[in-house]
């Protein structure tokens, strides 16, 4: 993945993201963070092939998005985001959007999703109806099936925006770490490169390398301890620590999915 002097601006002339020069190598777990407002959404939709850059080009495997378009680009890159939608089908049907997929491919993205637990709970299992967007299940469980239907794309790239924030912290640091292995399904495939839009320092202390985007810039790329020497960086850091000391209180007392 490459980002060559990628800005965007809305059409109203408001600036988003400017001169944003950055690369993922194959298989590299990366950790985007940022204050709100800062382009993160922004620079996650352009590597989706949502929107196309106002100036210069993301490319993935050397090809530029505009001439791929979100077709195109959907075939390497697979983003799943904090509300994910389900339809009122069976948990097979949902994961597998009418693709044909073997049972062991089944199996082993909702290992990697830590999903296999509750989907074997289930009245049905894989056969369970769920109601409409998914209603009968918590919103953890959703966003858990939502990176097991991920994975069954196998995704050159994955992305993961704010994607595992209704997930006990827990089960996201052991979903983080299967992510970074080779995903074992019917085949034996490399592990896809990661770019999770992340809140929680935990999960940013997993990443190969964490990129500081502030004012629509990449204004740091490096380890989570050497960063924290940029001021601006420590301060985002120490707020997200605040904000999970606070969900984790919340979170026993309601439970996560």
Do not use: C, W
Not at 136 to 164: F, K
């Amino acid at each position: 993945v490459e980002f060559e002097a990628v800005g965007f601006a809305h059409v109203d002339g408001m600036e988003v993201l400017a001169d944003l020069n950055l690369r993922l190598e194959p298989a590299e777990s990366v950790a985007l963070v940022g204050a709100t407002g800062s382009g993160k959404s922004t620079l996650v939709s352009l590597l989706a092939g949502l929107v196309p850059p106002t100036s210069g080009e993301v490319r993935i495997d050397g090809r530029a998005t505009t001439t791929l378009g979100p077709e195109g680009v959907s075939g390497s890159v697979a983003t799943v985001l904090q509300e994910t939608f389900l339809f009122a089908d069976t948990v097979r049907a949902n994961l597998t959007l009418g693709h044909d997929v073997g049972d062991g491919e089944l199996v082993a993205a909702l290992d990697a999703a830590a999903a296999s637990g509750f989907v074997a709970e289930l009245d049905e299992g894989l056969d369970t109806v769920l109601g409409e967007r998914g209603v009968t299940l918590s919103g953890g469980q959703r966003q858990r099936l939502a990176i097991a239907r991920a994975l069954l794309r196998r995704p050159a790239v994955l992305v993961l925006d704010d994607a595992t924030s209704a997930v006990d912290p827990v089960i996201e640091a052991g979903i983080l770490a299967v992510l970074r292995r080779p995903f074992d399904g019917d085949n034996q495939v490399d592990r896809p490169t990661l770019l999770v839009v992340a809140h929680r320092l935990a999960t940013i202390r997993l990443a190969d390398r964490v990129l500081f985007l502030d004012g629509g810039r990449i204004a740091a790329s490096g380890a989570h301890d050497e960063l924290l020497e940029l001021d601006a960086y420590a301060a985002l850091a120490q707020a997200y620590e605040l904000a999970s000391s606070d969900s984790t209180v919340g979170g026993q007392a309601g439970g996560y999915g």
